[in-house]
């Protein structure tokens, strides 16, 4: 039986498979150098969702590959990472300059979250996808609602810092969800989150200058 496809169907397909070529092409590229081949099955997701984000393909695609690589090797579970983007850069052959761009282009893209730890080195966490970062918002949800329920009932004052460091209390030395050394950046990602959830509540909005500490 002919089965017969659209000129666009024709294109996509075209489009998904020249994907799939140029992303095992950056497995190879990348095997050849001394990876953590731990990182290879994430950093070509990072890059297969760049490509279908951004509809177009890079001129050089290794770099991105590369960059992916620095991505994913830098998630906060992976401090301390001390190592300078000059010395990353070397093992590569890559400018730092093109590093700094392909990684802006793919965090922005992708909506990653970028922290810098106390020796201004940074990690990125993937909002949508982080399974810590999505049981610390699990997690701030919950305190939230309460929080507000004890308001609404008890009338007991809001304080979004101290609920905060509660929430990350507990994230980091309760539950592991986060490494404790990285403390103040968790406290500065959860601090807006709780201030999104409790836009939630109209009371909140209306009654926070005049009743919330």
Known sequence: MLELYTPQYEEINTRERITIDLIKDGQEFLQQFDINTDYLLDTISVVYKYLRNNGKIPHNLYKFFVAAYYIISRHP????????????CEKFGLPTSSLDYCVERITESLEYIKILDDMNFPYFIDPKRDISLKFIKNLIKSKVDKAMMSFLVWHQPINSQILTEELVNEAIFKQKAFPEELF???????????????LDYREYVRLQKKVFI
Do not use: S
Request: aromatic share 26%; glycine share 0%.
């Open 184 to 198: 103040r950046q968790l406290f500065e990602i959860a601090f807006e989150y709780v201030e999104e959830e409790f």
């Open 77 to 88: 579970f992976a401090f301390p990472v001390h190592e300078t983007k000059k010395i990353f």
